[in-house]
Every structure is written in structure tokens, then in C-alpha cells.
């Protein structure tokens, strides 16, 4: 009986110090994970949680989407704040980029879902211009009115995205997007293909439901 | 005795599964780090050859060797979509140096996780290229280039071009 008490005491012991261990395991990484997402504040990038989860931390966040004005791929001039009061998705993307294919019709099927509640995708292409050779221009600006057809891509695209990449920083990788609410906030940001869910969850943000 | 035994073996087991609980790392889907690499630095590298002894004036062959960054592919020389950047190497003019012809590796079939049907053709960890180069006579320090376009399997870097450095010597 002594001994078996002995033996239970011993092993609840153990027990207490492995869930200690683990307690301040978890506490370590937590406060690892909270330095890392604060040290990448000011600069955007993908940072790991506490589950080792990456998440695109980008100093726009629950702040006002800079304004831009960019031509349309007719030549078109489409500015940002001209959306005020709708719920808009800015849809960094690239003829060259994969996964930036494979969002897009998520895309186009979520704009038109969501058109009538007010909301609008603007896709700023990131494709590089050589504005000092007009026919190498020409040619530039034919490849992503070609791509944008192909893809069905019916709401405003834009071109030289790249003339962002100060205001936006973080488009180091595509797509990116970011997910304005209807007073012009960033309320959402993603780096990289999630899925149709994720784009429709921070749609519904970004439209306050 | 035996049941003792028995007991303290379920115990030791459980104390196991606790310890192993509680030391083992959350884990998700999306946790390998690996899958999202597209944060971190230069995805490719070239290994070698740094320098090349061939005879002046005829073409000789010189595979050259680069690496890519665990978690990243990029484009092979002939991807199956006309949008897509193909991996091309090139010399510089005036160097001394000239690509007689450049053999490029068939890239492996790769899809991306949430589009599994397109087939992507690309490159991955390591790959060489089968060239046929001419040098001039002398000592030649080529700065060749090679151009590609890098993701991993949820994002895409933009375009690049590193330098190759190769000492050519032409004799």
C-alpha cells in the first residue's frame, strides 16, 4: 500500500513536471511568435504563428488603402477613391504568375456574386512595362489585355502595378491581395493562393457582414 | 505481481502519450514551412563549373550546374503555357565567349496543389544545362546570365536574372 502510494506519488509528480515543461514550451513560442508578427509590422511579409501557420502581415492593416491612380488596359484612368463606399478587393496579379490563374475564376464568380451588395475587384496587373520602347509597350500592354480576356476577368484591370510597390509594400510575391471595406480600410490581406472560402470570407468582411 | 506490472506499464504509457502530447508541435496542413518559402531570399544558385580550360575557336562542352531553394520551382525552358517565363541562359556580347548551343533539361511535370489538373513543366533542387561554348583565345571572365521565374506552390516571385560567372579560358 506504502509503496503504491509511493509509485502514484512519483508518477503525478512527473506528470506535473511534463505539464510544466510543456506550459512553458508553449509560453516560449507564443511569445516568439508575438516578437516575430511585431517585428514584421513595419514591413510586409509572411510571418509563423504560434502553430507555425504563416500569415501576410502587412503594415496596412486597419488603415486606409492608399489611394492610386492607375490606366486601365484601354488607357482608361481608374483611381481607388472613386470606390469610396464600396467594398473593394485590389487583386495584385501577373500573366506569368500560376496561382494568380487559378484564383481568378474564384474571382470573376465572386464578383459577380457580390456586384449587386457593392462590391468591385480592381486587378492590378504586376507585369513590368518598358514605357521606353513604344512597340515593346505596345506589345506589353496586348499580352495582359490578351490574358484578362481569356480569363474573363470583367472588372477594371490595371496596368503597371508595380509603380505600387512603395504604398503596397509587400509585393515582393503574387498574388496579393487586399481587402478595402466600404470607408476605404484595409481590413484583410492575403499573400499567395488561399481558396474560394478564404476570398469569400474577407469579401464578407471587407462588405461589414 | 503481474497486475502490477500491468498497471505500471499502462502508466509508463500514458506518461508517454502525455509527454509526447505535450512536447510535439501543433501542426496544420499549412505549418510546413516548407510549402511557403516565397518570403525568404534568392531561390537559385549556380554551383559550378567556375572555370573552364577549352580549345579557342571550336565548340566544346560545358554543362553548367545550379541549385534551387528547397520549396521553390521554377519554369523549365519550354513551359506548357505561352504566359509562362522559360529558363534561358545566355552570354553577353563581347565577352570572348559565345553559345554554339545550349541543351536545356525536360522539366518534370508538377501541379499545384489546388489545381491539380494543369500541368506545370518545371525545375526543381537541381538541374544542368548542356552547352556548347566557343571562346576566343585568353583568359575570359564571362558574366553570363541566366533568367527565370520562381514560386513556390502558392506564389510566384517576379522575374529574375542572376549572373553566372565563369573564367573561360580559350587556348
Known sequence: ?209 | MRSLCARRTRTISLCAIVTVSLFAKAQSPLADSSTRTIAHGAPIEYLYPEQVTIAAGKPRPVTLHFRIAPGFHINSHTPKDSFLIPTTFSVPEGSGVRVESAHYPDGADFTLPLDPDTKLSVYSDEFAIDTQLVAEHGNHLVQASLRYQACDKTACLPPKTITVPIDVIGN
Open chain 1, 1 to 209: 500500500m506504502k509503496r503504491n502510494t509511493v509509485v502514484l506519488g512519483v508518477v503525478l509528480l512527473l506528470l506535473a513536471v511534463f505539464a510544466w515543461a510543456g506550459w512553458a514550451n508553449w509560453q516560449y513560442r507564443k511569445q516568439e511568435a508575438e516578437k516575430r508578427l511585431a517585428a514584421a509590422a513595419a514591413k510586409a511579409e509572411l510571418v509563423a504563428d504560434d502553430a507555425d501557420i504563416p500569415h501576410f502581415v502587412t503594415p496596412l492593416m486597419n488603415k486606409p488603402a492608399p489611394d492610386f491612380t492607375l490606366e486601365d488596359v484601354t488607357g482608361k484612368k481608374v483611381s481607388l477613391d472613386s470606390y469610396k463606399g464600396k467594398a473593394v478587393l485590389i487583386n495584385f496579379w501577373a500573366t506569368w504568375c500560376g496561382p494568380c490563374k487559378v484564383e481568378t475564376p474564384w474571382l470573376v464568380e465572386l464578383r459577380n456574386q457580390y456586384a449587386d451588395k457593392g462590391f468591385e475587384i480592381l486587378g492590378v496587373s504586376a507585369d513590368d512595362l518598358d514605357f521606353d520602347d513604344k512597340a515593346k509597350l505596345v506589345e506589353e500592354k496586348h499580352d495582359i489585355q490578351k490574358f484578362a480576356q481569356q480569363e474573363h476577368m470583367q472588372y477594371p484591370v490595371l496596368i503597371n502595378g508595380g509603380s505600387l510597390d512603395k504604398p503596397y509594400a509587400g509585393l515582393d510575391a503574387l498574388p496579393t491581395s487586399y481587402f478595402v471595406d466600404r470607408s476605404g480600410n484595409v481590413v484583410a490581406a492575403t499573400l499567395g493562393l488561399t481558396s474560394k472560402d478564404d476570398i469569400e470570407g474577407n469579401i464578407r468582411k471587407a462588405l461589414g457582414e
